[in-house]
T-cell receptor
Framework: ETGVTQSPTHLIKTRGQQVTLRCSSQ?????VSWYQQALGQGPQFIFQ???????GRGNFPPRFSGLQFPNYSSELNVNALELDDSALYLC?????????????FGEGSWLTVV | AQTVTQSQPEMSVQEAETVTLSCTYD???????LFWYKQPPSRQMILVIR????KQQNATENRFSVNFQKAAKSFSLKISDSQLGDAAMYFC?????????????WGAGTKLIIKP
């Protein structure tokens, strides 16, 4: 157990809808990042939040957005869902944004878009 | 751009034996971190071992050790005395200090099967 918790664990949405995924970071961790893992592939970096500000973003369109709250928990929002958004969404936290810090992952939220 | 390649989609090993998973990467940087993560059916990515590039000594964590060959850009994971609980997907990942995102760049994974 890493202390990173995500909700919901599974959900099904219809194409065009919006979804919000939630993450509570490990105690004391102020940096949260989100990854998308399609079936049979390695994760892809979506973005990172440090002290409530987005400070890094991967190659994902603006319909992928996020928030980080004062308690360092985080949300991932995806608008206008597409079938290709079906994937496991992993939240990860680290003590700070420093590159040498270990990143700890939650169990993920499995999103199916139909 | 950095890339990570895991050329073995699936590996199997008899329980109690030793298995080695391969990983190669491409980078022009001299310092970076390399990681092996394990993803069991529970889906949670669990850190197995990490190696900083400037450290020549290979990292070891109990039954897990790496063979880090910097010049060859190779980072293999050796699992000794394999146990049924080692069955999982194993991912190799790279992290760069010059990447403003500090993101992990991942391989496609290797599925490890343990035969009882």
């Amino acid at each position: 157990e890493t202390g990173v918790t995500q909700s919901p664990t599974h959900l099904i949405k219809t194409r065009g809808q919006q979804v919000t995924l939630r993450c509570s970071s490990q105690s004391g961790h102020n940096t949260v990042s989100w990854y998308q893992q399609a079936l049979g592939q390695g994760p892809q970096f979506i973005f990172q939040y440090y002290r409530e500000e987005e400070n890094g973003r991967g190659n994902f369109p603006p319909r992928f957005s996020g928030l980080q709250f004062p308690n360092y928990s985080s949300e991932l929002n995806v608008n206008a869902l597409e079938l290709d958004d079906s994937a496991l969404y992993l939240c990860a936290s680290s003590l700070t944004g420093a590159w040498g810090n270990t990143i700890y992952f939650g169990e993920g939220s499995w999103l199916t878009v139909v | 751009a950095q890339t990570v390649t895991q050329s073995q989609p699936e590996m199997s090993v008899q329980e109690a034996e030793t298995v080695t998973l391969s990983c190669t990467y491409d980078t022009s940087e001299s310092d970076y971190y390399l990681f092996w993560y394990k993803q069991p059916p529970s889906r949670q990515m669990i850190l197995v071992i990490r190696q900083e590039a400037y450290k020549q000594q290979n990292a070891t964590e109990n039954r897990f050790s790496v063979n880090f060959q910097k010049a060859a850009k190779s980072f293999s994971l050796k699992i000794s005395d394999s146990q049924l609980g080692d069955a999982a997907m194993y991912f190799c990942a790279y992290r760069s200090p010059t990447d403003s995102n500090y993101q992990l760049i991942w391989g496609a994974g290797t599925k490890l099967i343990i035969k009882p």
